[in-house]
């Protein structure tokens, strides 16, 4: 039984890092899509996935958000490897991209950010400049503090080595303007979790590093692994947020 769930492990890690190269879309290299609605007063909300993915992971949270009105931004990176990209120049781009949602609907002042895994911490290291146009990031099986699997693996680099343990891109400091929250999946209950990885996890992420700050606010965790943490359950403990 052991062996087995090593196995099973073993395939959600080589998964998780090779997904975006597995993956067929015919989305992967367009420009940020948009759904809104006339007088909504939710903030428009920008999608970020995470190392390895594309803008596809996002498809079930497009059909929700459609569903409650809300404006909603899937983010292709164009200036720098979508998949594989640093922190800082998903960053860069990614400031390009809250302003452009900004100017472009002339009636909100602030967007919010949904990161997916790596996601979270692009969105981290753009918010450490201190922007005031994000009121709100949830980070979903965000790395905060990095993971021990990253230690593992130099498959998609220079991604990975953001998502180290003690790895700069970990360190981004706190914008006052914008209220954090992290949403972690724990494993553990479902399988068993990763045996390479001290304490509770989702497969390939510490739940101590998806909420390693103190001024983070979890809104919850589900039994989710890594790579199926954006699903109806994940987007029910975001959305309130979202709306309000």
Request: glycine letters at 10%.
């Amino acid at each position: 039984m052991v062996k087995k769930k090593f196995v099973i492990v073993i395939g959600i890690v080589f998964v998780a890092i090779a997904i975006g190269a597995a993956i067929f879309t015919s989305s992967a290299n367009r420009p940020a899509e948009t759904s809104s609605s006339d007088g909504n007063p939710s903030s428009p909300v920008l999608l970020v996935h995470g190392l390895g993915e594309d803008a596809s992971m996002w498809k079930k949270w497009e059909e929700l958000l459609a569903k409650d009105g809300i404006q909603y931004h899937t983010i292709t990176f164009q200036d720098s490897d979508d998949k594989c990209g640093t922190a800082i120049a998903h960053a860069v781009e990614l400031g390009k991209r809250v302003e452009e949602t900004l100017r472009d609907s002339q009636k909100y002042s602030q967007a919010n950010i949904v990161g997916h895994s790596k996601g979270g911490i692009d969105a981290r290291v753009y918010l450490a400049n201190g922007t005031q146009s994000v009121g709100n990031l949830i980070m979903i099986g965000t790395p905060n503090s990095g993971t021990p699997i990253a230690e593992r693996t130099s498959l998609c680099a220079p991604a990975v080595w953001d998502v180290l343990p003690e790895a700069k891109a970990t360190k981004a400091g706190m914008n006052p303007n914008t209220k954090y929250y992290t949403i972690a999946g724990d494993w553990e209950k479902n399988i068993g979790g990763n045996p390479m990885i001290p304490g509770l996890d989702d497969g390939l992420v510490p739940v101590s590093s998806a909420a390693s700050e103190g001024y983070f606010q979890s809104l919850g965790r589900t039994e989710h692994n890594h790579i199926e943490l954006l699903g109806e359950e994940e987007y029910n403990l975001a959305r309130d947020v979202l709306i309000r």
